[in-house]
């Protein structure tokens, strides 16, 4: 009997086709994907049937935490008719900051020491919530320094303050407000007509919180979003069936 | 696929090059290209978050007086939210998962009269008052649960026409826009009865629960209603429903 020879098969496999497709995947991954902005604390927003989609721009949006501590961002858009680059999300901020920090100037009469350079500093930073007072500092550290400021629950100094500024106003009476009132009304008036028409309709105003949180801690919030007479806003959810 | 044949043609010449099939190994590529769609997968976020819309009154509370006092005793009510909590303030679950909210509810306006002095609020003469409890239950097979069977029946006038345009719609005799503006006339319509909800919360209450209440009113397209806070006469109510039905 002849002997069967087993013929010898190359174990090499073609990767080409594999190739393709995990090319095809890539740009379908890349072309559809919006990165999670970065946020100090993680919360789980609550379910709702509302399908309303969070605007990409033109939102002032308020994160609280579940300790009650409260974060803030801004996102502008640059119109293309006005070309006017103070209307980006950078130049909002840069000038929210500014107007911020010359307010508490004058309702507290304490020096914030924010500088231009810090100005330029704070409009690359995504969410935020440090006092203003210490803002000078907060913005002198590294990148990763800040997250660990922010994100350290024992901190006193993270979030932005909801205690009350007793002030004098130009005709002798007294007045109160608080960092956040000052914050809200700074992106309002940092002069993107955009961002101003959205946060007056509801829609440039995001509130998110975690589902546990106490209603006592929101319901500051919301206390303080009805005295600056911002009566309408947004909440941040996720999307659940009727009949759940 | 990965490699080029070379076919030579009929006789090798003399002095011509040794032709070789030339193979590409694209193993690399492909470990290079997973790589990078494992990190898009995670940085991602397919689905975007959704937003609810509100509007809370203007804090002049004179206004708010007013609009409470008009509504009629059988359109007003009231829903007063908690939450309960562990010894570290997280939200409690039930056996099938669910956190502990609940609902207190009463129609109209509180009715909070002691006439025999016993302590315990009397049971109102018109039914109008009365604190009640019940639960987020959603839907089942068998229709509405919970505190939306209760919101459903105050509003089923207008519920009853929306769902007559709304198979309307689903059988494409009518587009989604002339649906839309429909039902918007129909939750605006003021010769239904339709019913004035308040939402209160307590400290306690999950921020979820309020949303989840604030979800009720347009799962059942009630279009008057509005977050107040809980006064005196709330907890004094609340208590006493705590009192005459102590938990097991």
């Known amino acids: 009997m002849g002997k069967v020879k087993i013929k010898r098969k190359s174990t090499l496999i073609d990767m080409t086709a594999m190739s393709d497709v995990t090319v095809l995947l890539l740009t379908f991954?890349?072309?559809?994907?919006?990165?999670?902005?970065k946020e100090p604390v993680t919360v789980i927003t609550p379910a709702s049937v509302s399908e309303i989609k969070v605007p990409t721009s033109n939102v002032a949006s308020i994160l609280v935490s579940p300790e009650g501590k409260?974060?803030?961002?801004v996102l502008g858009e640059a119109d293309i008719d006005s070309n006017d680059e103070s209307w980006s999300s950078e130049g909002v901020r840069k000038i929210a900051l500014l107007s911020a920090a010359s307010k508490y100037e004058e309702v507290t009469g304490k020096k914030t020491g924010i500088t231009q350079a810090d100005a330029e500093k704070f409009a690359k930073i995504g969410a935020f919530g440090v006092r203003l007072d210490k803002m000078h500092e907060f913005l002198a550290l590294d990148q990763s320094k800040q997250d660990e400021f922010m994100g350290d629950p024992a901190n006193a100094d993270a979030g932005i303050p909801l205690t009350d500024i007793v002030y004098q106003n130009a005709d002798g009476g007294t007045e109160k407000t608080n960092e956040f009132q000052i914050w809200m009304r700074a992106f309002y008036n940092s002069g993107n007509g955009n961002l101003q028409d959205a946060m007056k309709k509801g829609e440039g105003i995001a509130v998110k919180a975690d589902r546990g949180t106490n209603y006592s801690t929101l319901h500051q919030i919301l206390d303080n979003l009805q005295t600056i007479k911002m009566n309408r806003f947004s909440v941040m959810t996720a999307l659940k069936t009727e009949n759940d | 696929m990965a490699q080029i044949e070379q076919s030579d043609g009929g006789k090798k010449k003399k002095g011509a090059q040794k032709k070789m099939a030339i193979h590409v190994d694209f193993t690399p590529m492909v470990d290079m290209n997973m790589l990078l769609i494992t990190f898009f997968m995670l940085c991602t976020t397919m689905i975007k978050s959704q937003t609810l819309n509100i509007s809370l009154p203007s804090n002049e509370k004179i206004e708010n007086e007013e609009q409470q006092s008009k509504a009629k005793n059988s359109e007003a009510?009231?829903?007063i939210l908690t939450t309960e909590r562990d010894a570290n303030g997280n939200v409690k679950s039930?056996?099938?998962g669910r956190p502990m909210n609940t609902i207190y509810y009463y129609e109209g306006k509180p009715f909070i009269d002691d006439a025999d002095k016993d302590g315990r609020i009397d049971v109102s003469p018109d039914g109008y008052g009365i604190l009640r409890a019940e639960k987020f239950l959603g839907n089942t097979p068998e229709g509405e649960q919970g505190?939306?069977?209760i919101l459903h029946n105050k509003n089923k006038d207008a519920l009853a026409q929306i769902d007559e345009q709304k198979a309307l719609w689903r059988e494409k005799k009518i587009t989604d826009e002339e649906f839309q503006k429909k039902a918007k006339e129909i939750r605006n319509d003021s010769t239904l009865t339709r019913p004035v909800v308040i939402i209160k919360a307590t400290?306690?209450?999950?921020?979820?629960?309020?949303?989840?209440?604030l979800d009720e009113m347009q799962i059942n397209q009630i279009s008057r209603y509005q977050?107040?806070?809980i006064n005196q006469v709330d907890s004094a109510l609340i208590l006493d429903y705590l009192l005459k039905n102590p938990k097991k």
């Open chain 1, 29 to 37: 991954f890349m072309l559809t994907s919006t990165f999670l902005a």
């Open chain 2, 227 to 229: 977050i107040d806070n």
């Open chain 1, 70 to 73: 409260v974060f803030m961002s």
């Open chain 2, 77 to 79: 009510i009231t829903l």
């Open chain 2, 94 to 96: 039930d056996a099938e």
């Open chain 2, 147 to 149: 505190i939306r069977k």
């Open chain 2, 203 to 213: 400290p306690e209450a999950s921020w979820e629960s309020v949303i989840t209440a």
